[in-house]
């Protein structure tokens, strides 16, 4: 079993940043791509970034892009979610998200069908 836990959530006002960490149970993090999602009440989960095994390939959603940058440290094992200029319409749960698939392990994946492991996520509140 693998268990992920969140960290670095809070309220913030508009324009401010935030870095959300993800810490991954499993000793070999590297075979894992990872993921962010976020999620308000009431509406789907939706993807947020996403990285492959080795930090080569990387992919946002267009309502974060040049906004929100992903990292990860294999030596370390955590992922990143650096959140910047932060609006209040990035007010949700973040999740992060761990998959073996072989094709998100190259590139990046955004259907949450296609990570099987979660952590169990952490507030962002962003005032106006």
């Known amino acids: 079993q693998v268990q992920l836990v969140e960290s670095g959530g809070g309220s913030v006002q508009a324009g401010d940043s935030l870095r959300l960490s993800c810490q991954v149970s499993q000793r070999t993090f590297s075979v894992y791509a990872m993921a962010w999602f976020r999620q308000t009440p009431g509406l789907e989960r939706e993807f947020v970034g996403g990285i492959n095994w080795n930090g080569g390939n990387i992919s946002y959603a267009d309502s974060v892009k040049g906004r929100f940058i992903i990292s990860r440290d294999n030596a370390k094992n955590p992922v990143y979610l650096e959140m910047n200029s932060l609006k209040p319409e990035d007010t949700a749960v973040y999740y992060c998200?761990?998959?073996?698939?072989?094709?998100?392990?190259?590139?990046?994946?955004?259907?949450?069908?296609?990570?099987?492991?979660w952590g169990q996520g952490t507030q962002v509140t962003v005032s106006s």
């Open positions: 998200a761990t998959s073996s698939d072989y094709y998100c392990l190259r590139y990046t994946c955004q259907a949450t069908s296609q990570y099987r492991y």
